[in-house]
């Protein structure tokens, strides 16, 4: 741990998400600051994590405090992303590490991008499943198996449930940027991003103008995919990747089950997930990775713009 004790690290929020990462960067002694907004919000931070938290935006923090952070971690409402992500580069912090989806739409995340580039910073989008221990174990057997042969998944959301909460303008109307990203990002992390698809979308609800999602291409890794979404039915979120020998379920994701070749039973797959029993699952080996400078397994904010134009195809935009 003592190689995390000395770096400089600005955790930007003050929510339920800033708490787990906040878990994280305690266990592992890590000296950082907390920014808070809301005095609310502030206050509960406090007293979930007993850290003190700076409250009054990013902005009232900067002009009381001269301290540079050679790291910081991104944890505000979607629509707030990538304006605090661009003002910490402007700051000059080099390592950034940004909440899904990293902005609102496409215009958002390429301008991130492009300050990025700027100021030869590196900007990492936070889909913490890459970092499940259950994916762990699924990239040993697939590597094992010799690649993925295909997979399919399905990012049905509980529209009745969504249609309640209280968002900011443009939040849920770009939900399947802003959440079922969590799924597909997975699916095409294991079997490899699109070479060619096809998309189809339809229905619509209250707060989304698509609501029935499917389609079906071949990867970069040359593996078949469908996938299909349906908001208005009941469903779930579900990843299934098949090698030659082997068929992986991840359902829920946070497990790992299999199903050999010539049967039809499905078992579970014993995995060390010891680590995402004791912390947010995938955080603390996200956290891990970010600071020790391990990022072949981040989707970086130059990678977002791309998947994002996919994304958008997808939603059928």
Request: with cysteine; aromatic share 10%; charged share 25%.
């Amino acid at each position: 741990m003592s190689n995390y004790i000395n770096k400089d690290i600005l955790l930007v929020g003050a929510g339920p998400m800033a708490v787990e990462y906040a878990k994280v960067l305690m266990h592992l002694d890590c000296s950082f600051e907390v920014i808070g907004r809301g005095a609310e919000s502030s206050m509960k931070f406090e007293e979930s994590t007993k850290k003190k938290v700076h409250v009054g935006g990013l902005e009232k923090f900067v002009n009381n405090n001269k301290q540079g952070f050679e790291f910081a971690i991104v944890s505000v409402g979607v629509e707030k992303l990538a304006d605090i992500t661009i003002a910490l580069l402007e700051m000059g912090i080099k390592n950034i590490l940004v909440e899904k989806p990293a902005g609102l739409n496409f215009e958002e995340i390429q301008k991130v991008a492009v300050k990025a580039k700027e100021k030869t910073a590196k900007v990492l989008v936070a889909y913490n499943r890459r970092f499940y221990s259950s994916v762990e174990k699924a990239i040993e057997i697939i590597k094992e198996d010799g690649g993925v042969a295909s997979f399919n998944f399905e990012f049905t959301e509980w529209s009745n449930k969504i249609k309640n909460i209280e968002k900011a303008p443009g939040v849920k109307e770009n939900w399947l940027l802003a959440n079922s990203t969590h799924v597909i990002d997975l699916a095409f992390f294991l079997g490899g991003k699109p070479k060619e698809m096809s998309t189809y979308s339809g229905g619509s609800l209250e707060w989304h103008d698509k609501a029935i999602f499917s389609g079906a291409g071949i990867s970069e890794m040359g593996a078949l995919f469908s996938y299909q979404a349906n908001w208005t039915a009941p469903g779930r979120w579900v990843v299934e990747v098949l090698t030659k020998k082997h068929r992986l379920y991840f359902k829920p994701m946070e497990s790992l089950q299999i199903q050999e070749i010539d049967s039809v039973q499905v078992n579970p797959v014993s995995i060390d997930d010891e680590i995402d029993k004791k912390f947010k699952p995938g955080i603390y080996k996200q956290v891990e990775n970010f600071l020790s400078g391990q990022l072949d397994r981040f989707c970086t904010i130059e990678e977002q713009v791309e998947n994002v134009k996919l994304y958008e195809k997808i939603a059928g935009r």
